[in-house]
């Protein structure tokens, strides 16, 4: 009910001054975008490896760190995609981590992580435990 209050709403507005109507949404728009970079980057979340695990950011922006013991490992794979982009799935039980090269600073991170992470004897994505 209330969402087809606020269409009608919208729409009566819109007939009224067009103009406006389209000024508003691009400055609700811009808005939300910019709150989003500033809340981001407030937060800023990093890859850590550490002795015991790691902590990976996750969840919505990225802003939540998300720590995995190097034991709880099942497997890892990389992923070849456009533009030049690679990830890193690291499978850690229940979780999948992604690594995506783009993120980095600069590739040789990536290949710092790549063959920290690949080099391991982790067992295989099918294997049987």
């Given at each position: 009910?209330?969402?087809?209050?606020?269409?009608?709403?919208?729409?009566?507005?819109?007939?009224?001054?067009?103009?406006?109507i389209?000024?508003?949404?691009?400055?609700?728009?811009?808005?939300?975008?910019?709150?989003?970079?500033?809340?981001?980057?407030?937060?800023?979340?990093v890859?850590?490896?550490?002795?015991?695990?790691?902590?990976?950011?996750?969840?919505?922006?990225?802003?939540?760190?998300?720590?995995?013991?190097?034991?709880?490992?099942?497997g890892?794979?990389?992923?070849?995609?456009?533009?030049?982009?690679?990830?890193?799935?690291?499978?850690?039980?229940?979780?999948?981590?992604?690594?995506?090269?783009?993120?980095?600073?600069?590739?040789?991170?990536?290949?710092?992580?790549?063959?920290?992470?690949?080099?391991?004897?982790?067992?295989?994505?099918?294997?049987?435990?």
């Amino acid at each position: 009910m209330l969402l087809a209050f606020g269409c009608a709403a919208w729409v009566v507005l819109w007939l009224i001054a067009p103009g406006s109507i389209v000024a508003a949404s691009g400055s609700l728009i811009a808005g939300a975008i910019l709150l989003l970079v500033l809340v981001r980057r407030a937060r800023l979340t990093v890859l850590k490896l550490e002795s015991e695990s790691f902590a990976v950011p996750s969840g919505f922006l990225r802003l939540l760190p998300r720590r995995i013991a190097y034991t709880s490992i099942r497997g890892v794979r990389e992923h070849f995609l456009p533009f030049n982009v690679t990830v890193l799935r690291i499978n850690a039980g229940d979780t999948t981590v992604e690594i995506v090269s783009a993120f980095l600073q600069d590739s040789r991170q990536y290949s710092a992580l790549r063959t920290f992470f690949l080099e391991r004897q982790w067992t295989t994505f099918g294997s049987a435990a």
